[in-house]
């Protein structure tokens, strides 16, 4: 009662004083801050925009230009009409990704959630252990499994297939959706389903009609993080992708890097437009999205 | 404790338990055969000399890694790895938790500011290779056309072809892209802090630093752990950014283990080599898988009691 009551009498004058706007060096200093560090995330991205407006001339002009004189969508037009040289091509790619991704988002939600599910509810041997397998698989190099796994694909007749990656996309995002969607499950109360089950539900029954959709955001997180996963995929999609039409974004823009090597401002509309995808799902469900990732940090 | 029990119980158990199993079967299934059997090949393959360097496949042992470890290239390359993941890690943790410290402000503007910073993070590696080879570029380069307008050099600096700029140039790349990974993290971990004492450490007379030395870092501890270690083994594992801005390149300068890999399986064709390179690689991670698992079973222990 004492620490309460002496806490209230020395915060009122300092909450009076924060009304005159008093600027503390700390404040400054998270001021400069804050713009450093604005410039840093930020210019990058402008830059890419900047260029990508640009034509190539204008481009490759020193000192640069920060804001295009002459901004042109010219690139863009080139890299979506889908007649001429380019279009199709890149559209395809787009396509590609497009499919991949989000097959690998349903496919690896659906078999995630029954998984998250039993490690979060049920005590049956050899969980602790199994769990702890799925965990280490973080500390894996994905580079390390590309030859095993291209021999894999071989004798499966799923090279050059957009299975392929799927499934090995899938399987590399399993742990982690595994454990984020675990770390919404442990927060639901079990006796909820222990009533369903009291009411004669089955076991599938009350995880089907109670806590799926209580775990919604959960699975709209992880759906985010396993579509991403899959969009920004490189190395798998460059290995056991060899015709052009089934190429994914990030390989593609390789190649179109390759072929226009000088064509930068092309290249800065293709990885905009590459990214639009990603950034405006994330900004759309930032706060799931941040939530997920939290989880774990917050309950260690 | 449960991992413990004793073995009689086990059959009976796991019969209990038997369609416990069917929600896993799946995930089980997908993990064996894609994690699995490539992490026992890779560890089969190592012991064997591959075609084309022999004309079949033969067992020789432990060759491919004393062959590994006492190439001198093996010890600039472990250097430069470890340049290259410590450097990434510390500056990406830094930053992170410094934006993470302003973002936790009440501000207004707040979210969009959040929102700006985490953009980085979610842009494919690809993209963001292209983006900073590009600003580095040594003709047209943003980087150093400001530089240059600045009347802070004379002459173009070419980041990528030197041998001593490559790795800061590198770093900074891919701590751009990491650090609001930090930033999210260390957020995370800073709502945990109870307000009631930061203030009443403010009325005790601490100032903002001794707030933060004292009262948030010991509270952060945990997260702090798993931050960077999840930073370090991501790092170990970035194989995107090197190979696309450098190829390891120039000379080897930016060369580090998970290229190196990459290089031997896939220019060279040294299968066994690779894979070699591949399980020591593994090795490491595993010890500091030991690490991270460790906090994370501890952190739970601290939230049962």
């Known amino acids: 009662m004492t620490t309460l ?103 690896g939600v659906l078999v995630a959630i029954p998984a998250a599910y039993a490690f979060s509810r049920f005590r049956f041997p050899g969980r602790d252990i199994l769990f702890f397998a799925v965990l280490v698989r973080n500390m894996f190099p994905v580079v390390v499994f590309l030859i095993p796994l291209f021999i894999l694909m071989r004798t499966l007749h799923l090279v050059n297939t957009y299975w392929s990656l799927i499934l090995t996309y899938m399987t590399f995002g399993l742990p982690l959706s595994i454990w984020l969607l675990k770390g919404f499950y442990d927060n639901i109360p079990e006796e909820l389903e222990r009533a369903a089950r009291i009411d004669g539900a089955s076991r599938f029954k009350a995880f089907w009609l109670i806590i799926m959709p209580l775990s919604s955001p959960g699975i709209i997180a992880t759906a985010i993080y396993a579509f991403i996963g899959a969009w920004n995929e490189y190395v798998y999609a460059l290995t056991f992708l060899n015709s052009e039409s089934l190429l994914t974004l990030p390989v593609g823009l390789q190649h179109f890097f390759t072929e226009f090597a000088t064509n930068w401002p092309g290249l800065m509309a293709a990885a905009f437009i590459m990214s639009v995808p990603v950034v405006v799902l994330f900004l759309l469900l930032q706060r799931h999205f941040v939530r997920a990732l939290t989880e774990g940090a917050i309950k260690a | 404790m449960t991992v413990r029990r004793p073995h009689r119980a086990t059959l009976a158990d796991i019969r209990r338990h038997r369609t416990d199993y069917l929600w896993i079967a799946p995930a089980l299934l997908v993990m064996i055969l894609v994690i699995g059997y490539p992490f026992v090949y890779t560890i089969d393959l190592s012991f064997y000399d591959t075609p084309p360097s022999s004309p079949n496949w033969y067992f020789n042992g432990v060759d491919n890694y004393i062959q590994i470890l006492s190439d001198k290239s093996f010890w600039a390359i472990t250097l430069n790895t470890v340049y290259w993941a410590v450097g990434s890690t510390v500056f990406a943790f830094l930053i992170g938790l410094g934006a993470a410290l302003v973002v936790q402000r009440d501000f207004i503007g707040r979210g969009l500011l959040r929102g700006l910073l985490l953009i980085p993070y979610v842009i494919s590696y690809v993209a963001a290779a292209l983006i900073w080879r590009w600003l580095y570029h040594s003709d047209y380069g943003l980087i150093s056309g400001t530089l240059y307008d600045l009347y802070l050099i004379d002459s173009n600096i ?29 957020l995370a971990g800073l709502q945990t802090v109870p307000q009631q004492l930061l203030n009443a450490a403010r009325v005790d007379g601490a100032g903002a630093w001794q707030r933060f030395w004292h009262v948030t870092v010991p509270y952060l501890r945990g997260v702090i752990l798993i931050t960077t270690i999840l930073l370090f083994v991501g790092n170990l594992n970035s194989f995107v950014l090197v190979w696309i801005m450098t190829g390891g390149g120039p000379a080897n300068a930016s060369q580090i283990w998970i290229t190196q890999v990459y290089t031997l399986a896939f220019q060279s064709l040294q299968y066994g080599r690779a894979s070699a390179y591949s399980v020591i690689l593994f090795i490491v991670m595993l010890g500091l898988g030991f690490f991270y698992v460790r906090a994370l079973t501890g952190g739970r222990a601290r939230e049962a009691r």
């Open chain 1, 5 to 107: 009551a002496t806490t209230v009498a020395t915060t009122r004058p300092a909450r009076r004083r924060r009304v005159l706007p008093r600027i503390t060096p700390l404040d400054i200093l998270s001021i400069v801050w804050v713009i450093v560090l604005l410039i840093f995330a930020v210019v990058p991205m402008l830059w890419m925009l900047s260029t990508s407006l640009k034509g190539q001339f204008a481009a490759l002009q020193q000192p640069p230009e920060w804001i295009p004189s002459h901004p042109t969508l010219q690139n863009y037009i080139t890299l979506l009409s889908p007649t001429g040289d380019v279009g199709p091509v890149f559209l395809r790619y787009f396509l590609n990704s497009l499919i991949v991704s989000l097959a690998t988002t349903a496919l």
């Open chain 2, 158 to 186: 070419n980041f990528l072809d030197s041998t001593s700029l490559v790795m800061p140039s590198l770093i900074v790349a891919n701590v751009w892209k990491e650090f609001p990974f930090a930033m999210i993290m260390m």
